[in-house]
């Protein structure tokens, strides 16, 4: 850390350097944890299953997500300082805030892809069992019905609307040890039989039941599989611990309220209405024309254009990888099993990592799930990546994010 006299003036561009040079490439961060307010988890991150006072912050929001190497803060409704925001561990034991870094150093830790630079998180979905209002069979609630055409200014939606994808990784292994196959549900677009009048309907009746849910296609959540949902689409992510990639805003139209719930008091729906679904628009019909692409949602093509099986890129007896995301979006994940390693070529495009699953090194630095302080990390620039399981008894898994495409 530099200093002026006695006076801490905090790391510099020269503790980057050190940490990433002594580190071999690899920078670590504090997880950034980030609370929502619209749904619960399967405590999977953290205890998130149900709003009740002993698992919500002060806002009344439960730790669902977690931001992999953000520089983008999180537009809650009740924001707080710093929310979204990664902190990198540095060699001396400072942290700093990637967007900082970036200021102080970002040709040695992003290279040229600063600019391209995605937001990727864990979403912990879940909560309690529901019966929808459609339905006697109980249901794991998912993420509620949403849109993401742009953030609302004067009245009407700004483009670009989020663009976002999903990677459904395995849930079968340690530390989460949940065999949810067949059973977790994900909605996406609106049925061919839907008209504009229905839904507009249902956008009016939002909090008072659940029939938006009714109007949208259904699918079942399985590992291995990878979602791309373009701006405008509907879509209500499945109770799965999930990894998300999206351009890096947070922008957001509920068009359904938490599946199974309803509001104490028409104040306090309205209110959530007002906060989550219109959002500064000025009332369903526009909410229709600006945020929802009707054409897209309805494609009868829509699960053939933007799911996808992954592809299995490498094989052999030292494990697989795996091609995580397509379109926009690019990731690689590795299943090293025990006692092998992985050498990953130099390349110029930094990559963030998460360690799904086990332990072991990556560049000769300890990592393992168990450990929040070496389960996140960036790889910058310029570096080979070799992910070793010569010590775990169990495959170690590792997934890996680059920047967009241009």
């Known amino acids: 850390m ?14 980057i350097i050190a940490t990433v040079k002594s580190q071999h490439g690899v920078i670590f961060s504090k997880p950034a944890v980030v609370c929502r307010g619209v749904y619960s988890g ?3 991150l953290a205890l998130n299953s149900h709003f009740s006072p002993e698992l919500t912050d002060h806002r009344g929001y439960l730790p669902v997500e977690w931001w992999i190497m953000s520089q983008t803060p999180a537009l809650n409704p009740i924001p707080k300082p710093g929310e979204g925001i990664t902190q990198l561990h540095l060699l001396d034991g400072t942290q700093l805030t990637l967007t900082d870094a970036i200021s102080l150093a970002g040709d040695v830790i992003m290279g040229d892809y600063a600019t391209l630079w995605p937001l990727t998180k864990v979403l912990d979905i879940g909560g309690q069992p529901v019966k ?10 998912p993420i509620p019905c949403h849109v993401h055409a742009g953030h609302v200014k004067d009245g009407c939606c700004c483009p670009p609307g989020k663009l976002e994808a999903y ?7 340690p530390p989460y040890n949940k065999d949810l196959e ?5 909605r996406y677009g609106l049925k061919q039989s839907v008209e504009q009048n229905e839904l507009l309907g249902c956008l009016s009746q939002f909090g008072e039941n659940d029939r938006i849910y009714q109007l949208m296609n259904v699918d079942f959540v399985r590992p291995f599989e990878s979602w791309t949902i373009q701006p405008k689409m509907l879509h209500a992510p499945g109770p799965w611990l999930t990894l998300e990639i999206q351009t890096p805003q947070d922008d ?5 309220w938490q599946l199974g719930q309803r509001f104490d008091s028409d104040e306090a729906r309205l209110a959530a209405k007002k906060d989550t679904q219109l959002r500064g628009l000025t009332d369903e019909k526009a909410l229709l024309d600006e945020a929802i692409d ?8 829509f699960k053939k254009k933007w799911h996808t099986k992954c592809d299995i890129l490498e094989e052999g007896e030292w494990g697989k990888k795996v091609q995580l995301f397509y379109h926009k979006f690019y990731g690689e994940g590795f299943i090293v099993n025990s006692g092998h390693k992985y050498v990953s070529a130099e390349d110029s495009r930094p990559r963030a990592g998460v360690v799904w699953s086990g332990e072991g090194t990556i560049n000769m630095k300890h990592i393992s799930h168990n450990d929040w ?3 996140e990390f960036l790889l910058t620039p310029n570096h080979e990546m070799t992910i070793d399981n010569s010590s775990g008894s169990i495959p170690l898994m590792v997934f890996t994010i680059f920047p967009m495409l241009p």
């Open 167 to 173: 990677f459904i990784p395995p849930l079968n292994v």
């Open 252 to 256: 957001f139209n509920l068009l359904g």
């Open 42 to 44: 399967r405590n999977l």
């Open 182 to 186: 067949g059973e977790v549900v994900i």
């Open 373 to 375: 302080n070496s389960r």
């Open 132 to 141: 929808p209002s459609f339905s006697d069979k109980e249901e794991v609630p």
């Open 294 to 301: 009707w054409d897209a949602n309805k494609d009868p093509d």
């Open 2 to 15: 530099a200093s002026v006299g006695d006076t801490a003036v905090g790391p510099s561009r020269d503790d």
